[in-house]
């Protein structure tokens, strides 16, 4: 059974840390483009970094970028995302994801994504 399980969420302070990982089992994600979206309440979930199969190429949300990092272990089968300075509203349900597409298209929508996450909470307080 193929399976994508997202670790790392909780509570943290506004201008904290964190790091989620991904671990994938029952297929190999170093076939794949890896991401990770999320979605706030009463919002679409969107693209939030996202990283080829190979990890040379990564592509970030333009709100994150300079404090999120993705970053993945095709050894150990598992996609990390490292959060710093952490807002309020970085506030959402966190998604990993994987799919035979392009950096690009990987973070641009949620459509044709092979594998999906069931999801972590990230809340960031004031």
């Known amino acids: 059974q193929s399976q994508f399980v997202e670790s790392g969420g909780g509570l943290v302070q506004s201008g904290g840390s964190l790091r989620l990982s991904c671990a994938a089992s029952?297929?190999?994600?170093?076939?794949?483009?890896t991401g990770w979206f999320r979605q706030a309440p009463g919002k679409e979930r969107e693209g939030v970094a996202c990283?080829?199969?190979?990890?040379?190429?990564?592509h970030y949300k333009d709100s994150v970028k300079g404090r999120f990092t993705i970053s993945r272990d095709n050894a150990k089968n598992t996609v990390y995302l490292q959060m710093n300075s952490l807002k309020p509203e970085d506030t959402a349900v966190y998604y990993c994801?994987?799919?035979?597409?392009?950096?690009?298209?990987?973070?641009?929508?949620?459509?044709?994504?092979?594998?999906w996450g069931q999801g972590t909470q990230v809340t960031v307080s004031s």
């Open positions: 029952g297929f190999s994600l170093n076939r794949y483009a």
């Open positions: 994801a994987a799919a035979g597409q392009s950096v690009q298209n990987m973070c641009a929508t949620t459509l044709l994504k092979t594998y």
């Open positions: 990283i080829s199969s190979s990890g040379d190429s990564t």
